[in-house]
């Protein structure tokens, strides 16, 4: 019997319609178009602006997009893994919800946390799940609703979050191909440089938190970035070089969108061509655990069997890493 592997065998997205401009951005705090654009490469980001929308809403549009793609029964779904830093409320799983919603009913649950690495994450834990033998379908979806994060006064966070989601199912493959190798790492002594402080179990929500708008992300812009150009960079390198793959081998660069500059930073280390590297923060800005799958997904049709990628990411806490997949189809 051959080796079982990990393969991604279909793939779904869904952004919300309204789109928010850095021209619209212009009006609501001191900022400006070319002063994000040479910063960030970001140009608009999509907001879930309806009342009692979270990311569970985000997240079945996803999941039903990537159904109704592959003409998948929902009730063949083993598990759903839904990796987010914005769950819908404390205590209920928003994944429990999202694969109810989509008629996954034989399926198990839970919810996957780790910033903006969530999914890179989700992606190691899917994989063990075929690799047992046990699951022969998983669903890993990366949500974020980050617009419930944002203060939209404060200009160092509200220019570079968005809302979005993205899909992938995992199924067993006996040709070799889907996930070769990982490199995940965490450091926590990094947590204070980027957080939404109030909220959780350590800080409770209060009116005075309220008041000074603890329950908004703050980040340390100056030392995440620094964080997030050498880690990403390195566990990028670091794989090739453990998997003897060299720039030429490599089809696709899959880098976590948070800032052009760190993925300009992390082709460049590799020496990777920048028509090899996928992009879209311009349209979407950073929508923390999606946006690995959304690149999946705006890419779909460029990507071919066999086709090696390197994906890499870098989040809060701090966490980061590296994951090396081999493509398993054909659009």
């Known amino acids: 019997m051959s080796k079982i592997s990990a393969a991604i065998t279909a793939v779904g997205a869904y952004v919300p319609d309204y789109v928010l401009t850095?021209?619209?951005?212009?009006?609501?705090?001191?900022?400006?178009?070319?002063?994000?654009?040479t910063r960030t490469g970001i140009k608009e980001r999509r907001i879930l602006k309806e009342e009692g929308k979270g990311t569970s809403f985000l997240a079945i549009n996803a999941a039903k997009d990537l159904i109704n793609k592959k003409g998948l029964n929902p009730k063949e779904i083993d598990l759903v893994i839904v990796a987010t830093a914005t769950p819908d409320m404390k205590a209920a799983a928003t994944s429990a919800y999202t694969a109810t919603q989509i008629g996954a009913t034989n399926a198990f649950s839970f919810d996957l946390e780790a910033a903006c690495s969530s999914f890179l994450y989700g992606m190691s834990v899917a994989a063990r799940y075929i690799e047992s033998g046990k699951y022969?379908?998983?669903l890993l979806i990366g949500a974020d609703k980050m617009s419930s994060m944002i203060n939209y006064e404060d200009r160092a966070t509200c220019i570079i979050f968005g809302d979005g989601a993205g899909a992938v199912l995992f199924e067993p493959n006996e040709e070799g191909y889907g996930l070769q190798d990982e490199y995940l790492r965490s450091d926590g002594s990094g947590r204070e440089f980027l957080q939404a402080t109030y909220g959780g179990s350590s800080y409770q929500i209060t009116p005075e938190a309220l008041e000074k708008g603890g329950q908004y992300v703050f980040q340390d812009g100056k030392t995440v970035f620094k964080n997030a150009v050498f880690n990403m960079a390195d566990v990028?390198?670091?794989?090739?070089?453990?998997?003897?793959?060299?720039?030429?081998d490599i089809a696709w660069l899959v880098p976590h969108q948070a800032n052009k500059r760190i993925i300009d930073a992390t082709a460049s280390r590799i020496n990777l061509d920048p028509e090899k590297v996928m992009m879209n923060i311009h349209k979407y800005g950073n929508t923390t655990s999606a946006t690995?799958?959304?690149?999946?997904?705006?890419?779909?049709?460029?990507?071919?069997?066999?086709?090696?990628?390197?994906?890499?990411?870098?989040?809060?806490?701090f966490t980061w890493g590296s994951i090396y997949l081999t493509w398993a189809y054909n659009s």
């Open 22 to 37: 850095n021209q619209i951005l212009e009006t609501m705090v001191d900022t400006n178009d070319e002063w994000i654009t």
């Open 236 to 248: 990028s390198e670091k794989i090739l070089e453990r998997n003897n793959l060299t720039n030429e």
């Open 292 to 317: 690995l799958p959304l690149l999946l997904n705006d890419y779909e049709s460029q990507l071919n069997k066999g086709d090696k990628l390197i994906f890499a990411a870098f989040g809060g806490g």
């Open 136 to 138: 022969k379908k998983v």
